[in-house]
DNA sequence: CGTCTATTTGAATGTACTCAAAAGCGGTGG
DNA sequence: CCACCGCTTTTGAGTACATTCAAATAGACG
Protein backbone atom coordinates (compact mmCIF):
# COMPACT_ATOMS: atom_id res chain seq x y z
CA UNK A 1 0.00 0.00 0.00
CA UNK A 2 2.18 2.88 -1.27
CA UNK A 3 1.32 5.96 -1.08
CA UNK A 4 0.48 8.58 -4.67
CA UNK A 5 1.54 11.70 -4.02
CA UNK A 6 -0.71 12.84 -6.83
CA UNK A 7 -3.81 11.51 -4.87
CA UNK A 8 -2.35 13.19 -1.63
CA UNK A 9 -2.50 16.32 -2.93
CA UNK A 10 -5.43 16.08 -5.23
CA UNK A 11 -7.31 16.01 -1.71
CA UNK A 12 -6.73 19.52 -1.17
CA UNK A 13 -6.61 21.23 -4.86
CA UNK A 14 -7.60 20.06 -8.33
CA UNK A 15 -4.94 19.38 -10.93
CA UNK A 16 -4.97 18.67 -14.78
CA UNK A 17 -3.12 15.89 -16.42
CA UNK A 18 -0.64 18.78 -17.58
CA UNK A 19 0.07 20.15 -13.88
CA UNK A 20 0.22 16.53 -12.37
CA UNK A 21 3.39 15.60 -14.98
CA UNK A 22 4.24 19.07 -14.00
CA UNK A 23 4.65 18.52 -10.44
CA UNK A 24 6.04 14.80 -11.11
CA UNK A 25 9.11 16.34 -13.16
CA UNK A 26 10.41 18.25 -10.45
CA UNK A 27 10.38 15.03 -7.94
CA UNK A 28 13.42 12.32 -7.56
CA UNK A 29 13.24 9.25 -5.45
CA UNK A 30 14.87 8.17 -2.40
CA UNK A 31 15.73 4.53 -1.11
CA UNK A 32 16.75 4.12 2.65
CA UNK A 33 17.48 1.18 4.37
CA UNK A 34 16.95 0.63 7.97
CA UNK A 35 18.91 2.92 10.31
CA UNK A 36 20.08 4.56 7.34
CA UNK A 37 19.80 8.73 8.25
CA UNK A 38 18.50 11.06 5.29
CA UNK A 39 19.34 14.45 7.06
CA UNK A 40 22.52 14.58 9.60
CA UNK A 41 22.88 18.11 12.41
CA UNK A 42 24.85 20.70 10.38
CA UNK A 43 23.90 19.96 6.65
CA UNK A 44 21.68 22.17 4.93
CA UNK A 45 18.49 21.42 4.15
CA UNK A 46 17.42 21.76 0.42
CA UNK A 47 14.84 19.06 0.19
CA UNK A 48 11.28 17.82 1.42
CA UNK A 49 10.18 14.46 1.86
CA UNK A 50 6.96 12.89 0.84
CA UNK A 51 7.10 9.08 2.56
CA UNK A 52 5.50 6.90 -0.53
CA UNK A 53 6.19 3.21 1.64
CA UNK A 54 8.08 2.63 5.28
CA UNK A 55 8.65 5.05 8.51
CA UNK A 56 11.11 7.69 9.86
CA UNK A 57 11.71 9.80 12.91
CA UNK A 58 13.35 12.85 13.34
CA UNK A 59 14.90 13.33 16.69
CA UNK A 60 17.85 15.45 18.40
CA UNK A 61 20.17 15.62 20.96
CA UNK A 62 19.89 17.61 23.73
CA UNK A 63 23.03 19.14 26.03
CA UNK A 64 23.21 16.34 28.19
CA UNK A 65 22.85 13.54 24.88
CA UNK A 66 19.28 12.76 25.50
CA UNK A 67 17.32 11.91 22.23
CA UNK A 68 14.26 13.32 21.44
CA UNK A 69 11.94 12.43 19.25
CA UNK A 70 10.26 15.34 17.26
CA UNK A 71 8.00 13.29 14.81
CA UNK A 72 7.43 10.52 13.08
CA UNK A 73 6.53 9.96 9.29
CA UNK A 74 4.80 6.91 7.39
CA UNK A 75 3.10 6.87 4.09
CA UNK A 76 1.34 9.53 2.59
CA UNK A 77 3.40 11.94 5.52
CA UNK A 78 5.79 14.39 4.69
CA UNK A 79 9.47 14.42 6.38
CA UNK A 80 12.36 16.55 6.85
CA UNK A 81 13.68 19.45 9.03
CA UNK A 82 11.26 21.98 8.85
CA UNK A 83 13.09 24.52 10.52
CA UNK A 84 16.32 24.10 8.63
CA UNK A 85 14.42 23.69 5.46
CA UNK A 86 12.44 27.11 5.88
CA UNK A 87 15.13 29.33 7.66
CA UNK A 88 18.21 27.83 5.54
CA UNK A 89 19.94 27.51 8.11
CA UNK A 90 22.15 24.03 9.11
CA UNK A 91 20.06 21.00 10.51
CA UNK A 92 19.87 20.36 14.21
CA UNK A 93 18.63 17.59 13.71
CA UNK A 94 18.59 13.87 12.43
CA UNK A 95 16.41 11.85 10.22
CA UNK A 96 16.49 8.21 10.20
CA UNK A 97 14.69 5.54 8.36
CA UNK A 98 12.84 2.90 11.14
CA UNK A 99 11.80 0.69 8.35
CA UNK A 100 13.23 0.27 4.81
CA UNK A 101 11.36 3.21 3.20
CA UNK A 102 11.05 4.83 -0.30
CA UNK A 103 10.46 8.81 -0.43
CA UNK A 104 10.07 11.27 -3.25
CA UNK A 105 12.41 14.11 -2.52
CA UNK A 106 11.22 17.98 -3.48
CA UNK A 107 13.48 20.68 -4.12
CA UNK A 108 13.30 23.98 -2.55
CA UNK A 109 14.14 25.69 -5.73
CA UNK A 110 12.63 23.99 -7.95
CA UNK A 111 9.39 23.95 -5.63
CA UNK A 112 9.56 27.78 -5.79
CA UNK A 113 9.60 27.72 -10.12
CA UNK A 114 7.28 25.73 -9.29
CA UNK A 115 4.85 28.31 -7.74
CA UNK A 116 6.10 30.68 -10.06
CA UNK A 117 4.52 28.60 -13.27
CA UNK A 118 1.22 27.05 -11.15
CA UNK A 119 0.82 29.26 -8.19
CA UNK A 120 -1.83 26.78 -7.07
CA UNK A 121 0.44 24.71 -6.01
CA UNK A 122 1.85 27.16 -3.42
CA UNK A 123 -1.93 27.20 -2.13
CA UNK A 124 -1.30 23.49 -0.98
CA UNK A 125 1.83 23.92 0.68
CA UNK A 126 0.82 27.18 2.62
CA UNK A 127 -2.31 24.63 3.41
CA UNK A 128 0.04 22.39 4.63
CA UNK A 129 2.10 24.51 6.92
CA UNK A 130 -0.64 26.04 8.13
CA UNK A 131 -1.70 22.38 9.27
CA UNK A 132 1.33 21.93 10.85
CA UNK A 133 1.25 24.65 12.84
CA UNK A 134 -2.16 23.63 14.06
CA UNK A 135 -0.72 20.29 14.95
CA UNK A 136 1.94 21.41 16.89
CA UNK A 137 -0.42 23.64 19.02
CA UNK A 138 -2.43 20.51 20.02
CA UNK A 139 0.91 18.71 21.19
CA UNK A 140 1.98 21.45 23.20
CA UNK A 141 -1.38 21.55 25.05
CA UNK A 142 -1.80 18.34 25.36
CA UNK A 143 1.67 18.24 27.00
CA UNK A 144 0.77 20.98 29.52
CA UNK A 145 -2.68 20.00 30.81
CA UNK A 146 -2.77 15.81 30.39
CA UNK A 147 -1.00 12.92 32.66
CA UNK A 148 1.44 10.38 30.82
CA UNK A 149 -1.59 7.93 30.25
CA UNK A 150 -4.14 10.60 28.47
CA UNK A 151 -1.05 11.61 25.99
CA UNK A 152 -0.63 8.11 25.27
CA UNK A 153 -4.35 7.55 24.43
CA UNK A 154 -4.35 10.63 22.33
CA UNK A 155 -1.39 9.49 20.63
CA UNK A 156 -3.35 6.34 19.64
CA UNK A 157 -6.20 7.87 18.73
CA UNK A 158 -4.75 10.17 16.55
CA UNK A 159 -2.14 7.93 15.05
CA UNK A 160 -3.13 4.12 15.34
CA UNK A 161 -1.26 3.48 12.20
CA UNK A 162 2.39 4.54 13.80
CA UNK A 163 1.14 2.82 17.63
CA UNK A 164 1.13 -0.37 16.03
CA UNK A 165 4.38 -0.01 13.91
CA UNK A 166 6.19 1.59 15.84
CA UNK A 167 8.26 0.27 18.98
CA UNK A 168 7.69 0.78 22.44
CA UNK A 169 10.63 3.07 23.41
CA UNK A 170 10.21 5.38 20.54
CA UNK A 171 7.06 6.22 21.02
CA UNK A 172 7.59 6.60 24.89
CA UNK A 173 10.50 8.75 23.83
CA UNK A 174 8.35 11.27 21.18
CA UNK A 175 5.45 11.12 24.29
CA UNK A 176 8.37 12.62 26.74
CA UNK A 177 8.02 9.67 29.05
CA UNK A 178 10.30 6.45 30.25
CA UNK A 179 9.65 3.05 28.25
CA UNK A 180 9.24 1.77 31.58
CA UNK A 181 6.01 4.26 32.13
CA UNK A 182 4.55 3.27 28.86
CA UNK A 183 5.27 -0.54 29.67
CA UNK A 184 2.75 -0.26 32.75
CA UNK A 185 0.27 2.29 31.38
CA UNK A 186 0.06 -0.44 28.25
CA UNK A 187 -0.74 -3.12 31.17
CA UNK A 188 -2.88 -1.24 33.27
CA UNK A 189 -5.14 -0.76 29.92
CA UNK A 190 -5.13 -4.26 29.35
CA UNK B 1 7.22 53.58 26.64
CA UNK B 2 5.00 52.10 23.92
CA UNK B 3 6.20 50.01 21.14
CA UNK B 4 6.19 51.70 17.39
CA UNK B 5 4.77 49.59 15.16
CA UNK B 6 6.69 50.99 12.27
CA UNK B 7 9.86 50.58 14.20
CA UNK B 8 8.88 46.97 14.82
CA UNK B 9 8.58 45.93 11.42
CA UNK B 10 12.00 48.03 9.88
CA UNK B 11 13.69 45.67 12.05
CA UNK B 12 13.04 42.98 9.32
CA UNK B 13 12.61 45.07 5.75
CA UNK B 14 13.48 48.58 5.21
CA UNK B 15 10.32 50.73 3.98
CA UNK B 16 10.11 54.06 2.23
CA UNK B 17 8.55 56.87 3.97
CA UNK B 18 4.98 56.19 1.29
CA UNK B 19 5.35 52.31 2.34
CA UNK B 20 5.14 53.48 5.99
CA UNK B 21 2.15 55.66 5.33
CA UNK B 22 0.29 53.28 3.46
CA UNK B 23 0.96 50.79 5.96
CA UNK B 24 -0.55 53.16 8.91
CA UNK B 25 -3.78 53.41 6.83
CA UNK B 26 -4.87 50.12 7.23
CA UNK B 27 -4.36 50.13 10.96
CA UNK B 28 -6.62 51.01 13.53
CA UNK B 29 -6.49 51.81 17.13
CA UNK B 30 -8.22 49.84 19.94
CA UNK B 31 -8.33 50.32 23.76
CA UNK B 32 -8.94 47.59 26.35
CA UNK B 33 -9.32 47.64 29.88
CA UNK B 34 -7.85 45.60 32.25
CA UNK B 35 -10.26 42.14 32.42
CA UNK B 36 -12.11 43.30 29.04
CA UNK B 37 -12.19 40.86 26.23
CA UNK B 38 -10.71 41.10 22.52
CA UNK B 39 -11.81 37.84 21.56
CA UNK B 40 -14.28 35.61 22.73
CA UNK B 41 -15.09 31.82 21.76
CA UNK B 42 -17.51 31.32 18.36
CA UNK B 43 -16.56 34.81 17.23
CA UNK B 44 -14.64 35.08 13.25
CA UNK B 45 -11.22 36.24 13.32
CA UNK B 46 -10.72 38.75 10.77
CA UNK B 47 -7.78 40.57 12.80
CA UNK B 48 -4.29 40.44 14.28
CA UNK B 49 -3.04 43.06 17.15
CA UNK B 50 -0.23 44.40 17.55
CA UNK B 51 0.59 45.74 21.75
CA UNK B 52 1.59 49.19 21.30
CA UNK B 53 1.23 49.24 25.34
CA UNK B 54 -0.39 47.21 27.94
CA UNK B 55 -0.38 43.37 28.40
CA UNK B 56 -2.81 40.48 27.39
CA UNK B 57 -3.17 36.37 27.63
CA UNK B 58 -4.83 33.76 25.35
CA UNK B 59 -6.70 30.93 27.02
CA UNK B 60 -8.74 28.19 26.26
CA UNK B 61 -11.37 25.90 28.32
CA UNK B 62 -10.73 22.08 27.95
CA UNK B 63 -13.63 19.81 28.42
CA UNK B 64 -13.69 19.75 32.34
CA UNK B 65 -13.42 23.81 32.37
CA UNK B 66 -10.17 24.12 33.35
CA UNK B 67 -8.08 27.53 31.62
CA UNK B 68 -4.90 27.01 29.70
CA UNK B 69 -2.94 30.15 29.01
CA UNK B 70 -1.91 29.69 25.40
CA UNK B 71 0.16 32.90 25.04
CA UNK B 72 1.00 36.44 26.50
CA UNK B 73 1.67 39.33 24.96
CA UNK B 74 3.31 42.55 26.02
CA UNK B 75 4.32 45.58 23.94
CA UNK B 76 6.11 44.91 20.79
CA UNK B 77 4.05 41.58 20.24
CA UNK B 78 1.21 40.29 18.03
CA UNK B 79 -1.77 38.43 19.53
CA UNK B 80 -5.05 37.38 18.31
CA UNK B 81 -6.43 33.49 18.05
CA UNK B 82 -3.60 32.87 15.33
CA UNK B 83 -5.68 29.49 14.10
CA UNK B 84 -8.95 31.31 13.61
CA UNK B 85 -7.45 33.60 11.88
CA UNK B 86 -5.51 31.39 9.43
CA UNK B 87 -8.61 28.81 9.27
CA UNK B 88 -11.16 31.33 9.09
CA UNK B 89 -12.97 29.39 11.58
CA UNK B 90 -14.64 30.02 14.78
CA UNK B 91 -12.47 30.87 17.40
CA UNK B 92 -12.35 28.54 20.46
CA UNK B 93 -10.17 31.21 22.69
CA UNK B 94 -10.61 34.56 25.41
CA UNK B 95 -8.24 36.76 24.36
CA UNK B 96 -8.25 39.12 27.39
CA UNK B 97 -6.11 42.13 28.82
CA UNK B 98 -4.63 41.59 32.05
CA UNK B 99 -3.90 45.40 32.40
CA UNK B 100 -5.14 48.37 30.26
CA UNK B 101 -4.26 47.88 26.98
CA UNK B 102 -3.67 50.06 23.46
CA UNK B 103 -3.38 48.02 20.73
CA UNK B 104 -3.14 48.47 16.90
CA UNK B 105 -5.90 46.50 14.91
CA UNK B 106 -5.08 44.80 11.42
CA UNK B 107 -7.73 43.53 8.65
CA UNK B 108 -7.11 40.22 6.67
CA UNK B 109 -8.93 41.66 3.74
CA UNK B 110 -7.10 45.60 3.77
CA UNK B 111 -3.41 43.05 4.73
CA UNK B 112 -3.87 41.28 2.02
CA UNK B 113 -4.76 43.97 -0.21
CA UNK B 114 -1.53 45.67 0.80
CA UNK B 115 0.25 42.73 -0.22
CA UNK B 116 -0.40 42.68 -3.53
CA UNK B 117 0.65 46.39 -3.67
CA UNK B 118 3.69 46.21 -1.97
CA UNK B 119 4.81 42.30 -1.53
CA UNK B 120 7.41 43.90 0.51
CA UNK B 121 5.16 43.14 3.81
CA UNK B 122 4.31 39.83 2.80
CA UNK B 123 8.14 39.01 3.44
CA UNK B 124 7.56 40.52 6.87
CA UNK B 125 4.52 38.46 7.87
CA UNK B 126 5.88 35.00 6.09
CA UNK B 127 9.16 35.89 8.62
CA UNK B 128 6.97 36.53 11.31
CA UNK B 129 4.70 33.35 11.38
CA UNK B 130 7.77 30.70 10.47
CA UNK B 131 9.52 32.57 13.81
CA UNK B 132 5.83 31.83 15.48
CA UNK B 133 6.14 27.89 14.11
CA UNK B 134 10.18 27.77 15.79
CA UNK B 135 8.91 29.32 19.38
CA UNK B 136 5.93 26.84 19.08
CA UNK B 137 8.41 24.09 18.60
CA UNK B 138 10.81 25.06 21.38
CA UNK B 139 7.86 25.55 23.61
CA UNK B 140 6.92 21.33 22.85
CA UNK B 141 10.45 20.49 23.60
CA UNK B 142 11.10 22.88 26.55
CA UNK B 143 7.64 20.81 28.10
CA UNK B 144 8.76 17.38 27.18
CA UNK B 145 12.29 17.10 28.76
CA UNK B 146 12.14 19.71 31.36
CA UNK B 147 11.37 20.00 35.03
CA UNK B 148 8.67 22.43 36.41
CA UNK B 149 11.92 23.95 37.86
CA UNK B 150 13.65 24.00 34.78
CA UNK B 151 10.61 25.37 32.59
CA UNK B 152 10.76 27.96 35.05
CA UNK B 153 14.04 29.12 34.34
CA UNK B 154 13.81 29.08 30.88
CA UNK B 155 10.82 31.22 31.04
CA UNK B 156 12.20 33.69 33.14
CA UNK B 157 15.10 34.04 30.21
CA UNK B 158 13.38 34.10 27.49
CA UNK B 159 10.54 36.70 28.79
CA UNK B 160 12.08 38.43 31.77
CA UNK B 161 9.80 41.40 30.98
CA UNK B 162 6.50 39.19 31.58
CA UNK B 163 7.80 37.51 34.25
CA UNK B 164 8.24 41.12 36.37
CA UNK B 165 4.59 41.74 34.97
CA UNK B 166 2.48 39.12 34.93
CA UNK B 167 0.89 37.44 38.13
CA UNK B 168 2.50 34.06 39.72
CA UNK B 169 -1.06 31.81 38.90
CA UNK B 170 -1.03 33.02 35.05
CA UNK B 171 2.64 32.32 34.73
CA UNK B 172 2.18 28.69 36.79
CA UNK B 173 -0.54 28.45 33.86
CA UNK B 174 1.36 29.10 30.91
CA UNK B 175 4.13 26.63 32.15
CA UNK B 176 1.45 24.12 32.89
CA UNK B 177 2.00 23.52 36.62
CA UNK B 178 0.07 24.75 39.79
CA UNK B 179 0.45 27.90 41.47
CA UNK B 180 1.89 26.39 44.55
CA UNK B 181 4.46 24.30 42.78
CA UNK B 182 5.56 27.67 41.53
CA UNK B 183 5.66 29.39 44.47
CA UNK B 184 7.64 26.62 45.84
CA UNK B 185 10.17 27.05 43.01
CA UNK B 186 10.54 30.78 43.80
CA UNK B 187 11.09 30.09 47.14
CA UNK B 188 13.99 27.40 46.87
CA UNK B 189 15.65 29.68 43.93
CA UNK B 190 15.72 33.07 46.25
C1' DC C 1 -10.92 49.50 57.25
C1' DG C 2 -12.87 45.49 55.29
C1' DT C 3 -13.38 42.46 51.45
C1' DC C 4 -11.73 39.92 47.79
C1' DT C 5 -8.03 37.86 45.57
C1' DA C 6 -3.39 36.08 45.33
C1' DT C 7 0.41 33.84 47.50
C1' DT C 8 2.59 31.00 50.78
C1' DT C 9 3.02 27.06 53.78
C1' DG C 10 2.12 22.37 55.54
C1' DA C 11 0.90 17.50 55.35
C1' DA C 12 -0.75 13.63 52.78
C1' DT C 13 -1.24 11.51 48.32
C1' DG C 14 -0.17 10.24 43.74
C1' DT C 15 2.39 9.92 39.58
C1' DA C 16 6.39 9.14 37.15
C1' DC C 17 11.33 8.17 37.43
C1' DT C 18 15.59 5.49 38.69
C1' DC C 19 18.01 1.45 39.14
C1' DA C 20 18.24 -3.36 38.83
C1' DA C 21 16.96 -7.65 37.27
C1' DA C 22 14.20 -10.95 34.76
C1' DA C 23 11.67 -12.39 30.82
C1' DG C 24 10.65 -12.20 25.88
C1' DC C 25 11.91 -11.98 21.05
C1' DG C 26 14.51 -12.09 16.78
C1' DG C 27 18.33 -13.04 14.23
C1' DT C 28 22.81 -15.56 13.55
C1' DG C 29 25.99 -19.14 13.37
C1' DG C 30 27.28 -23.73 14.69
C1' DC D 1 17.17 -27.07 14.39
C1' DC D 2 18.92 -25.44 18.45
C1' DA D 3 21.86 -22.42 21.33
C1' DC D 4 23.38 -18.08 21.99
C1' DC D 5 23.59 -13.09 21.79
C1' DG D 6 21.82 -8.54 21.69
C1' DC D 7 18.09 -5.75 22.14
C1' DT D 8 13.33 -4.65 23.85
C1' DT D 9 9.88 -5.07 27.14
C1' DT D 10 8.25 -6.15 31.61
C1' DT D 11 8.31 -6.20 36.61
C1' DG D 12 9.67 -4.78 41.28
C1' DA D 13 11.15 -1.71 44.98
C1' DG D 14 12.59 2.66 46.43
C1' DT D 15 12.80 7.67 45.55
C1' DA D 16 11.85 12.24 43.80
C1' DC D 17 8.84 15.51 42.24
C1' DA D 18 4.40 17.62 41.68
C1' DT D 19 -0.43 17.75 43.05
C1' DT D 20 -4.30 18.07 46.28
C1' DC D 21 -6.61 19.96 49.98
C1' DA D 22 -6.75 22.99 53.69
C1' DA D 23 -5.44 26.88 56.17
C1' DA D 24 -2.81 31.01 57.12
C1' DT D 25 -0.76 35.20 55.40
C1' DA D 26 -0.14 39.00 52.39
C1' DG D 27 -1.68 42.49 49.03
C1' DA D 28 -4.79 45.28 46.24
C1' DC D 29 -8.63 48.12 45.89
C1' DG D 30 -12.79 50.39 46.85
Redesign the interface.
Same mark, same amino acid.
Given at each position: MPADIIDHISREIDLSELEKSEFRSILSEVSLHKKELLIKPGQTVQNEYFVVEGCLRAYYL?EQG?K?I?QFAIEDWWISD??AF??NQPSKLYVEAIEDSKLLSLNRTLLEELYNRIPKFERFFRLK??G???S??K???S? *??KSNKERYLDFCETYPEIEKRVQNYHIANY *??MKPESLSRIRKDLA
Open positions: DNHIFEFTTTAFVLRRILS *LE *LG
